[in-house]
T-cell receptor, first 111, second 113 residues
Framework: AQSVTQLDSQVPVFEEAPVELRCNYS??????LFWYVQYPNQGLQLLLK??????LVKGINGFEAEFNKSQTSFHLRKPSVHISDTAEYFC?????????FGTGTRLQVFP | SAVISQKPSRDICQRGTSLTIQCQVD?????MFWYRQQPGQSLTLIAT?????????ESGFVIDKFPISRPNLTFSTLTVSNMSPEDSSIYLC??????????FGPGTRLLVL
């Protein structure tokens, strides 16, 4: 069975600082990996995805993530955050059509 | 990408009543799903909405409580039946487009009193 662990439930950070949101997964087979963002009172928006190929994936809004198969990780990074990045971030894994979500990380950016 | 809409966007309902949520996509899609997001929680898959056949429910969800219809490749409904306050959640539909990627509707925020 697959599972996703987001180690940090909340990440406070000051504006223009770098940030890393951690995601580890468990699966016995090859998987697809995703990061979604949920802004307050909105649905989920796809940030980026890893399906195959280059392990460094770039997404929208300046975010990127690196797939590390040996460490079964897919951490999300941004070199300089903005106030508008304040949101809930969900890591997800699938190897079929079904998505398994992590518990989410609340990113709070302070001025 | 596709435009995915949901109706209603939010509702407040009395316990014991039922609410039907609609999901509309502006292109034909094979795979469509319904999720629940309880307050402060992550997303949990309720069921896969299959066109022309009965939905496939995940463990813990049953058809009597969450009947689903999928009359065509662009539309689906989820009904939350005999509601209780524990059903207060955000309900989201999603579709698979192209390369194994799910895209989500804006969600329906339900409060049951």
């Amino acid at each position: 069975a697959q599972s996703v662990t987001q180690l940090d439930s909340q990440v406070p950070v000051f504006e223009e600082a770098p940030v890393e949101l951690r995601c580890n997964y468990s699966s016995s087979v090859s998987v697809y990996l995703f990061w979604y963002v949920q802004y307050p009172n909105q649905g989920l928006q796809l940030l980026l995805k890893y399906l195959s190929g280059s392990t460094l994936v770039k997404g929208i809004n300046g975010f990127e993530a690196e797939f590390n198969k040996s460490q079964t990780s897919f951490h999300l990074r941004k070199p300089s955050v903005h106030i508008s990045d304040t949101a809930e971030y969900f890591c997800a894994v699938s190897n079929t059509d079904k998505l398994i979500f992590g518990t989410g990380t609340r990113l709070q950016v302070f001025p | 990408s596709a435009v995915i809409s949901q109706k209603p966007s939010r509702d407040i309902c009395q316990r014991g009543t039922s609410l039907t949520i609609q999901c509309q996509v502006d292109s034909q899609v094979t795979m469509m799903f319904w999720y629940r997001q309880q307050p402060g929680q992550s997303l949990t898959l309720i069921a896969t909405a299959n066109q022309g056949s009965e939905a496939t429910y995940e463990s813990g969800f049953v058809i009597d409580k969450f009947p689903i219809s999928r009359p065509n490749l662009t539309f689906s409904t989820l009904t939350v039946s005999n509601m209780s306050p524990e059903d207060s959640s955000i309900y989201l539909c999603s579709v698979v487009l192209g390369d194994e990627t799910q895209y989500f509707g804006p969600g329906t925020r339900l409060l049951v009193l």
